[in-house]
C-alpha cells in the first residue's frame, strides 16, 4: 500500500509546491514510483511538466503527476492507496484549502510536512497550522506531523532553528532547506542532489 505524505500550511508562499516538487524529484531518482498530486485549480506543475516535456529529449521519464481538487482529493487518495501503483503520494495542498478539506486529507495521510521559515509571520501560520490538524490527529492516531525549517539562512545553525520551533506539537525535522535559488528554481524533471539529505529524512520519519 502506498505511503501519502501531504505539505500542508495555512497560507500561500511558505514552500509547499517547492519542496514537494523537490521530494518527489528526489524520490523518483531513488527509484520510488511517485505520484504528486496538486490541488491548486490553477495546476501549475501540470503546465510545467508540459514546457518540460515539450524541451526534453526522447526517452526522458518523470514521476506520475496528477490534477484535483479540496473536494475529491481525499476519496481520490483512497483509491490510488489501495492501488499499490505508487510506493509514496506526495500531495500539494493549495494555501487556501478549507477546514474540511485540510481534515479529509489528514485523514488519509501518513505524515504531514509542514514547511516554515522563522519569519515571525511564517511561524505564526505553521502554530495555526498545527492547531488546526489536532482535531484530525485525533481521528487518525497514526499521523505523523513533521515541521520542515524551509528559506534558511546560511548562517544559522540547526539549534537555533530547533530553539525556534521547539514549542510545535511536532516532529522537528534534523535538516534545514537553505534560502538558495537552487530550491526554488525546480524541475518536474531533474532533481537537485542537494536535497536528498532532506528527503532521506523525510523517509525516515515516514517509516
Do not use: W
Not at 47 to 67: H, P
Amino acid at each position: 500500500m502506498s505511503s501519502i505524505v501531504s505539505f500542508i500550511s495555512r497560507k500561500g508562499g511558505t514552500g509547499k509546491t517547492t519542496n514537494a516538487i523537490n521530494l518527489a524529484t528526489t524520490l523518483h531518482h531513488m527509484g520510488k514510483r511517485i505520484l504528486l498530486v496538486e490541488t491548486d485549480t490553477n495546476y501549475t506543475l501540470n503546465t510545467l511538466r508540459k514546457m518540460e516535456m515539450f524541451k526534453a529529449k526522447d526517452g526522458v521519464k518523470g514521476f506520475e503527476l496528477l490534477g484535483s481538487g479540496d473536494a475529491q482529493v481525499a476519496d481520490e487518495l483512497s483509491q490510488l492507496k489501495a492501488s499499490k501503483k505508487n510506493d509514496i503520494i506526495i500531495v500539494d495542498s493549495a494555501g487556501k484549502t478549507t477546514d474540511e478539506g485540510i481534515k479529509k486529507l489528514c485523514l488519509v495521510s501518513d505524515i504531514v510536512v509542514v514547511p516554515t521559515s522563522l519569519t515571525q509571520n511564517d511561524l505564526l501560520v505553521t502554530y495555526q497550522t498545527v492547531a488546526d490538524l489536532a482535531p484530525a490527529r485525533e481521528l487518525n492516531p497514526r499521523l505523523k506531523i513533521a515541521i520542515l525549517p524551509n528559506r534558511i539562512h546560511s548562517g544559522t545553525n540547526l539549534y537555533t532553528v530547533r530553539e525556534h520551533l521547539k514549542n510545535l506539537d511536532a516532529i522537528i525535522l534534523p535538516v534545514i532547506v537553505p534560502q538558495k535559488n537552487l530550491f526554488v528554481n525546480f524541475s518536474t524533471l531533474e532533481a537537485e542532489k542537494a536535497y536528498q539529505p532532506i528527503a532521506q529524512a523525510i523517509l525516515n520519519t515516514l517509516a
